[in-house]
Nanobody, 118 residues
Framework: QVQLVESGGGLVQPGGSLRLSCAVSGSSFNLYDMAWYRQAPGKQRELVATIITNGGSPTYADSVKGRATIFRDNAKNTVYLQMNSLKPEDTAVYYC???????????WGQGTQVTVSS
């Protein structure tokens, strides 16, 4: 069974940067399209960014476009989300998602808190 472990969250000042990581284990990483979601208090979980198995075709939510970069290292079984020019409205729990292209099953990490505040 695939396991996803996020890291890299924390407290950052507005305008700052963070790099989130999601390490995947328990299954072949190249079977998965990967994504980052986030959920702010009192709001629904929203899709932030996606990336396909070969690292191509990244997509971004309008709210982060130009400030976020999703990329993956298939040799390290890890997907990353680089966030720059952070805003208070980026404050949320960020979740890693893996979509298995064979079983069509989504798997989730436990989440990592990002707080943007001065």
């Amino acid at each position: 069974q695939v396991q996803l472990v996020e890291s890299g969250g924390g407290l950052v000042q507005p305008g700052g940067s963070l790099r989130l990581s999601c390490a995947v284990s328990g299954s072949s990483f190249n079977l998965y399209d990967m994504a980052w979601y986030r959920q702010a208090p009192g709001k629904q979980r929203e899709l932030v960014a996606t990336i396909i198995t070969n690292g191509g075709s990244p997509t971004y939510a309008d709210s982060v476009k130009g400030r976020a970069t999703i990329f993956r290292d298939n040799a390290k079984n890890t997907v990353y989300l680089q966030m720059n020019s952070l805003k208070p409205e980026d404050t949320a729990v960020y979740y890693c998602n893996a979509f298995n292209l064979i079983s069509r099953v989504h798997s989730w990490g436990q989440g990592t808190q990002v707080t943007v505040s001065s």
